[in-house]
């Protein structure tokens, strides 16, 4: 069993990133990826635990990016975390993520009793800041009840507290990926219920800047969106992967809920800069 998609809290699941390792374990994953938000902090981590344990390692890194006025999750695995432009980038997106918090809250608090002091009382250490970090301190004031109540209220991108972040173009950031010595894989492309997705054309312009794969099998597609998926990955000569999105007990998504099968990690492993961390 291959899962090539898990938050740990580097970023915003609830799980340290030994503990993901360990779940996966647990779980009977043969290869986890580790791909927190704009973020490679749980590496080293991750790392140990996969060694002390029977499960391998994918190191990857979740990035937010930008495509005309849709939000694009861009799935880097196996890239160079040294690499100056890249690491560049994701600065510059953590940074204004944590504005961005910052001015979510001030307008939350206008109106709720929330304050900053109780989103850093959820982030670990230099985490990424997500709204899931803001949903746990609204969840911790009797303010919501979980994470998904959150979102669907005083989260969501439909209310008047939502701001939203800086980040890179998605075909930019195909190219930085793949510059790193990394493999880009477009995370959920039609998971519609987060909000817009992108037209075939700019897949397409990415798949011509070095994408090489899609996230066809995950929780938030329906069998339309898998099928459609499928055919536009076959069109365009890429890999098709499947994961679960795993955020610990911050989502639903179970660890193997979705798989990737061991010829696309082979093809991944042999494009990527980094090994696979093998027990
Ligand atoms: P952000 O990137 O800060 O705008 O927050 C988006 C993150 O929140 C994504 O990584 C999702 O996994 C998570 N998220 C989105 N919707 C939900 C939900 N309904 N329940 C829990 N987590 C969610
Ligand atoms: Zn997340
Ligand atoms: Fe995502
Ligand atoms: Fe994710």
């Known amino acids: 069993m291959i899962d090539l998609h898990a938050h740990s809290s580097a970023s915003d699941g609830t799980q340290s990133p030994a503990q993901v390792v360990a779940s996966a374990s647990a779980a009977g994953i043969d290869v986890v990826a580790l791909t927190d938000h704009d973020t490679t902090s749980g590496w080293d981590e991750a790392v140990a635990a996969a060694t002390s344990t029977g499960t391998a390692l994918v190191r990857g890194t979740e990035i937010s990016c930008h495509a005309g006025g849709a939000s694009v999750h861009l799935l880097s695995y196996l890239h160079d975390p040294a690499s100056p432009a890249l690491r560049a ?30 989103v850093l009382e959820q982030v670990d250490g230099e985490a990424t800041v997500g709204r899931p970090h803001l949903a746990d301190a609204l969840v911790a004031k009797g303010l919501a009840r979980d994470r998904g109540h959150a979102f669907a209220t005083i989260l969501s991108t ?17 190219r930085l990926v793949r510059a790193a010595g990394g493999v880009p894989v477009f995370a959920h492309p039609r998971a519609v219920l987060r909000g ?12 011509a800047a070095g994408l090489a794969g899609l996230e066809v099998h995950h929780r938030d597609h329906d069998a339309t969106a898998v099928r459609e998926l499928a055919d536009l990955a076959a069109s ?8 679960s999105d795993y955020h610990g007990a911050g989502k639903e998504n179970r660890l193997g809920e979705f798989t990737t099968g061991a010829d696309a990690l082979e093809v991944i492993e042999s494009e990527g800069a980094l090994e696979v961390v093998r027990p």
Do not use: K
């Open 89 to 118: 980038e994701l600065d510059r997106s953590r940074g204004s993520r944590l504005r961005r918090a910052r001015l979510m809250v001030d307008r939350i608090g206008a109106d709720h009793p929330l304050t900053w002091d109780d």
């Open 158 to 174: 439909r209310s008047p507290y939502f701001v939203g972040h800086a980040a890179p173009d998605a075909v930019d950031a195909v």
């Open 196 to 207: 817009r997705v992108v037209p075939d054309a700019v897949v397409e312009e990415m798949a």
């Open 236 to 243: 365009l000569g890429l890999l098709v992967t499947g994961s």
